[in-house]
């Protein structure tokens, strides 16, 4: 049998982003014992590549804003599949919770008047987003990671990556991990389990994601037993790095475009006007003069077409290239040279300055730069309670990008920042809570044994294929059959593909030993891609409508009746079961709120 160390804990926070951490921080906070998981190093989680800044109705550059402005505006992106419960807190409790960063020693760019500075970005009535230049997702994981290390009752795992969650009862009673390092084994045991491992980018090629987004939480809950919900919504941002190929994928934060920048096509047209879709005409500009008023400050000026939701920014740069407008790398032309001074480019955006010399040779307070959609942000995850962060699975709580219903079926830009620090802390106190009042439950030697013994077969002798092809193949199905425009011939081949791989994937080979073994590593990984792929492509099927980050060429528009219906993704004992399950419905006062032509 297989050594391993054992360890138990009242709390257990798979994955240390800013949702991890702020779970552990408050879980800690009400006394529990925690143990924080980080795949990679402490600090180097994916929320560090979040870029333009947190959404939080301050009213700090914009008096009129209120958290009431923020809610409708969360509500019309997420195209009104928003769980409105977690929409109304996430909107509520964001200022407390920026707040809370400054107190902590979070140094955010400033108004001439000493306050925390707000800029503008897609989606968003008001300039919303507190920010630190385009490095906001770092200075956010520089405090809490401060505050968490000095925080009483908080071990914290290093390279250490979650394999399989135990259960009992349909309960979540422990985990089995290992060390990246060195191979070995690690049994936790632990009263409840809060889920913040982040999204599902790497299933696909062109990404903005890190390494770790392999959709391990979501593969993790399905597998123990929770529901995956709104798995067919995958944000495609509009704005990645097109050229050269090494970096094809890399983010272009949307912060270009809220300081000023726009998009522009090979004939130099700012096309962008010619696809402002109705509901939110009231609320934009329609011509480069009003465009222009808003640059220049003019108060009560209608936001640039540029800062539409992403969905429709994205799409409408895939149209420019299909009908032959595009850059000549296959992209559009993102223009901020000819907007803004050249010290004010450097000052606002020093990381997009740093990555387009470094990276592409160009300097964009001279030229425009070349962008297209990458794969961004999964807007399904864990089915949660909008109250507690708690999962379907009694004892297991989400947060993050990991859990669903905030964003509906499209994010704002900024709303994923203060979404891990409202839902990270509370799941975090939820969780705890249960820990503290519920007994301890000893993690059966036959069900970690069988975990143990899946968590090694890779390495056995009889298993034959090679994972890095088996992930180019999956990233080429996921590209080609699930990409940002869908139709039932694709997914129907896709999903076929994938349950074929699927079995090849089981012959994964892990070549070695233990001790840094990225082949091993990526055996596992496969395991969680294929199923969260699965998930994608079984509820983007059976969604047979176009709304927000999911687009049917055969379904072009939108679905009444579909429109008020989550898809739910369930594990089953033949399989993926695909639920379809009434929308939460609003109270009447906030509805109408919601429906205004313009505030």
Known sequence: MEDFEEKKYDVLVVGAGGAGIRAAIAASDEGATVCLVSKSLLGKAHTVMAEGGAAAALGNADERDNWKAHFRDTIRGGKHLNNWKMAKIHAEQAPERIMELEKWGAVFDRTKDGKINQR????????RLAHVGDRTGLEIIRTVQDKVIHQKNVDILMECTVSKILTENNQAIGALAYYRNNGKLVSIQAKSIIIATGGIGKAYRVTSNSWEYTGDGHALAYLAGA???DMEFIQFHPTGMVWPPSVKGTLVTEGVRGEGGILLNNKNERFMFNYIPEAFAAETAKNEEEANDWLKGVKGAMRPPELLTRDV???????????GRGSPHGGAFLDIANRQPSDYIKKKLPSMYHQFKELGDLDITTEPMEVGPTTHYMMGGIRVDAETGASTLKGMYAAGEAAAGLHGANRLGGNSLSDLL??????????????????DRAINRDELNKAISETLES????KKENPYHLHEELQDIMENHAGIVRDEKDLTKGIEKLKELDKRVENAKAFGNRAYNPSWHLCLDLK????????????????????????RLDYPDYDPELGMLNIIIRKSIDGINVIKSDKKIMPDDLDEFVHKEAI
Do not use: C, Y
């Not at 503008?120 to 300039?127: E, I, T």
């Not at 920014?313 to 009908?323: T, W």
């Not at 390495?459 to 009889?462: A, L, Q, S, V």
């Open 120 to 127: 503008n970005f897609g989606g968003h009535r008001f300039p």
């Open 227 to 229: 529901d995956l919900q």
């Open 313 to 323: 920014v994205a799409k409408a740069i895939m149209k420019e290239v299909k009908e």
């Open 422 to 439: 409202v839902f990270g802390k509370i799941a975090g106190s939820s969780a705890a809570i249960f820990a503290l009042n519920n007994k």
């Open 459 to 462: 390495f056995d002798n009889d």
């Open 528 to 551: 969680n891609m294929i199923i969260t792929s699965l998930a994608v492509t079984e509820a983007a099927k059976e969604r047979r409508e176009s709304r927000g980050g999911h687009t």
